[in-house]
């Protein structure tokens, strides 16, 4: 079965773009969620989609956003990039909605901001 | 508030030697407890959990972990370190007043271990 995967792996972007990341889950789940991994800050959550619901939101301004198609697939936005925007992006898949469910996650995307 | 404490962020081990990751976890319930490592350029990969079956929780090459209420504690030990052990690891908690599937990560410790 394959893992999850992420597209693409590394962007490079300028301050004031958008930009727009995707994720497909292991086949079969139906959660997926977005984290954002920095020296400073660590892994902190994003978001997390469910049904093409998003259930759950971390503590970041509106420029993130995102949504998930009727395929599970997920898509992360990220409007008026900013420096401090420069991460790992990592989403992470699981079968369904009960926290104990192992989550497993994508290699990322690595985000430059210029 | 859920949250976890790694309380290094360095450890180096010679290969052989046993290995010893403390984490310490504050939660208002009884808390769902990952271990997770990250090798360089790689996602994170799922060593072990705790879901309150039982407090003694083993994991994939040959890592375990306990869980101790009353220190509120889940230490990651091996008995023995090889070269391959070196990463990062990372202590989860599961916010479960958040909602489901939100894990709230510790600071990390990097690993190294030498020959």
């Known amino acids: 079965k394959a893992g999850v995967t992420q597209t693409p792996r590394y962007l490079i972007k300028t301050r004031g773009q958008q930009v727009t990341l995707s994720c497909s889950p292991i086949s079969g789940h139906r959660s997926v969620s977005w984290y954002q991994q920095t020296p400073g800050q660590g892994l902190q959550f994003l978001f997390e989609?469910?049904?093409?619901?998003?259930?759950n939101k971390g503590n970041f301004p509106g420029r993130f956003s995102g949504r998930q198609f009727s395929n599970s697939r997920s898509e992360m936005n990220v409007s008026t990039l900013e420096l401090g925007d420069s991460a790992l992006y990592l989403c992470?898949?699981?079968?369904?909605?009960?926290?104990?469910?192992?989550?497993?996650f994508g290699p990322g995307t690595r985000l430059t901001v210029l | 508030a859920q949250s976890v404490t790694q309380l290094d962020s360095h450890v180096s081990v010679s290969e052989g030697t046993p290995v010893l990751l403390r984490c310490n976890y504050s939660s208002s319930y009884s808390p769902s407890l990952f271990w997770y490592v990250q090798h360089p350029n790689k996602g994170l990969q799922l060593l072990l959990k705790?879901?309150?079956?039982?407090?003694l929780v083993k994991g994939i090459n040959g890592f375990e972990a306990e869980f101790k209420k009353s220190e509120t504690s889940f230490h990651l030990t091996k008995p023995s370190a090889h070269m391959s052990d070196a990463a990062e690891y990372f202590c989860?908690?599961?916010?479960?007043?958040?909602?489901?599937?939100?894990?709230?990560f510790g600071a990390g410790t990097r690993l190294a271990v030498h020959p």
């Open positions: 705790y879901t309150s079956a039982a407090t």
């Open positions: 989609y469910f049904s093409e619901t998003q259930r």
């Open positions: 992470a898949s699981s079968l369904a909605g009960q926290d104990y469910n192992e989550q497993f």
């Open positions: 989860v908690v599961s916010d479960q007043a958040g909602g489901y599937n939100k894990l709230i």
